[in-house]
């Protein structure tokens, strides 16, 4: 018997109690769902019209200031019908935000450079906006949209957001913001009345479609971005296809879907100083005052290179993380800590729920495989998470700190997880496992550096 099995052989079964905010579990849906999920998931289409920015008069120097040209296309494009807001080979200055309307496919051509500004009062005045989990008015995202629809960038250009220890990135250190903000959140202040911005240091996220349906994010790529990268928030159909992330400054995500229905994440390439996707629902209060779940999100095809996390769930999920299937998937690098992560405490309350992955090739991380910990952060409190119906098939990894670190609450343990046809290769120490209730290992495997089972 292998290390990892004698570990799980002392599991004891644990009761427990669910947390107030979450009265029934959801049963496992498996893998035969994902068609009907691929089908609510449409990628909007647009008419054939094109809006050249230079025909608003924008010069692709790196010097003069776009905006203005940026912002009559999309203008013209949206009271036209729609249509494709074109951005030509060049380097093009942007001194503010990018904001899309409905009918907008915002196109930038292979050899196209954008760089934002990083004149943070540029960003100004603020718009509705989601920090961290938790909804406020501050500085615009650098790209944005609020209750559009049928909304895309796309295209084989860069987007530089000019981010930098000079700029944004220092803001990182301002805890008391942010503790301000979740203190808003806490005591149900309207969200128009938790302004940020000017005088404040709370840095914008770079891409943020707000209530918006029928999203496309497609070819491009984005580097130096202020914190999350590709953060959808409370929106319905969304695709993000062939996208590169490259950004290594503080919190930078590579996708963050929140609060989001029907989602697809394909063939993309993640390098970044955070989770490379993470999956939210809100923070604490916020979270479960709007009850909103992510739900029905599909990974399929992306490389993982540095980050903390692979693919996450958590920990801002206090509306709730279900449905997400994750396969076909590849994360290697010294630089990243764990293949598939899932996050939370019992200051969040929330689910989290039927995750199915498989076909996952891990060349190594620096921490486990899978983890899950439930002892997340410092935060304590009443609002137990629910964790159940995890399941893990055809994962095989080169290197690791452990196969895997399972860590529930005492009086809530993890529920119903299997790991199916895995093989873990020069694991340093053996797995974890504690506060788990049902865990089953089929076909598991772990191996040393020679490839041979000594087991």
Same mark, same amino acid.
């Given at each position: 018997?292998?290390?990892?099995?004698?570990v799980a052989s002392v599991v004891v079964v644990l009761g427990g109690w669910i947390d107030a905010d979450r009265c029934i579990a959801a049963e496992p849906i498996g893998w035969d769902s994902v068609p009907a999920i691929f089908r609510s998931i449409q990628p909007p289409t647009?008419? +054939? #019209?094109?809006?050249?920015?230079?025909?608003?008069?924008?010069?692709? +120097?790196? #010097?003069?200031?776009?905006?203005? =040209?940026?912002?009559? =296309?999309? =203008?013209?494009c949206h009271e036209a019908g729609g249509g494709r807001v074109v951005v030509p080979e060049g380097n093009w200055l942007v001194q503010g935000p990018i904001h899309l309307k409905s009918n907008v496919n915002l196109y930038l051509a292979a050899g196209a450079t954008v760089r934002f500004s990083t004149d943070p009062a540029d960003y100004l005045p603020p718009v509705v906006a989601r920090f961290e989990g938790n909804d406020m008015m501050n500085y615009s995202p650098f790209i944005y949209a609020l209750d559009a629809e049928n909304i895309a960038v796309t295209g084989a250009g860069t987007f530089d957001g000019q981010a930098g220890p000079q700029h944004w990135w220092s803001w990182k250190r301002s805890s008391n913001e942010s503790n301000a903000l979740r203190q808003m959140g806490e005591d149900n202040v309207p969200i128009e009345n938790r302004v940020f911005g000017e005088g404040h240091e709370l840095r914008p996220n770079f891409v943020q479609p707000y209530r918006c349906k029928n999203v496309l994010i497609e070819g491009v790529t984005f580097t130096n971005s202020p914190m999350w990268v590709i953060t959808p928030c409370l929106c319905e159909n969304v695709t993000v296809r062939g996208v590169t992330v490259n950004s290594h400054g503080p919190n930078n995500d590579g996708c963050d879907p929140e609060s989001c229905r029907n989602v697809l994440i394909e063939n993309c390439t993640f390098d970044t100083g955070d989770d490379c996707i993470a999956i939210k629902s809100g923070r604490n209060a916020d979270g479960r005052r709007i009850g909103v779940p992510s739900e029905n999100i599909v990974i399929r095809g992306c490389q993982m290179r540095d980050g903390h996390?692979?693919? *996450?769930?958590?920990? /801002?999920?206090?509306?709730?993380?279900?449905? *997400?299937?994750?396969?076909? @998937?590849?994360? +290697?690098?010294?630089?990243? /800590?764990?293949a598939i992560r899932l996050k939370s405490n019992s200051l969040?309350?929330?689910?989290? /729920?039927?995750?199915? !992955?498989?076909?996952?090739?891990?060349?190594?991380?620096a921490d486990a495989v899978v983890r899950i910990n439930l002892n997340y952060d410092r935060d304590r409190g009443e609002h137990y998470p629910l964790v159940q119906n995890?399941?893990? /098939?055809?994962?095989?990894?080169?290197?690791?700190?452990?196969?895997?670190?399972?860590?529930?609450? +005492?009086?809530?343990?993890?529920?119903? !997880? !299997?790991?199916?046809? @895995?093989?873990?290769?020069?694991? *340093?120490k053996p797995s974890v496992i504690v506060n788990v209730d049902e865990i089953t290992l089929r076909d598991f495997r772990l191996l040393p550096s020679d490839g041979i089972d000594h087991n």
């Open positions: 018997m292998c290390r990892v099995c004698l647009f008419p +054939d #019209r094109d809006f050249p920015i230079t025909e608003q008069g924008a010069v692709g +120097d790196g #010097r003069t200031d776009c905006r203005p =040209a940026l912002e009559g =296309a999309i =203008a013209a996390g692979g693919v *996450v769930l958590g920990s /801002e999920m206090s509306g709730g993380i279900r449905n *997400v299937f994750v396969e076909d @998937c590849e994360m +290697d690098s010294p630089h990243l /800590e764990r969040r309350g929330g689910y989290l /729920e039927n995750l199915y !992955v498989r076909n996952i090739r891990v060349g190594q991380v995890i399941f893990i /098939e055809g994962v095989t990894s080169q290197r690791s700190k452990y196969p895997f670190y399972f860590a529930g609450l +005492d009086g809530m343990p993890i529920r119903n !997880v !299997v790991l199916e046809n @895995c093989t873990f290769r020069n694991a *340093v």
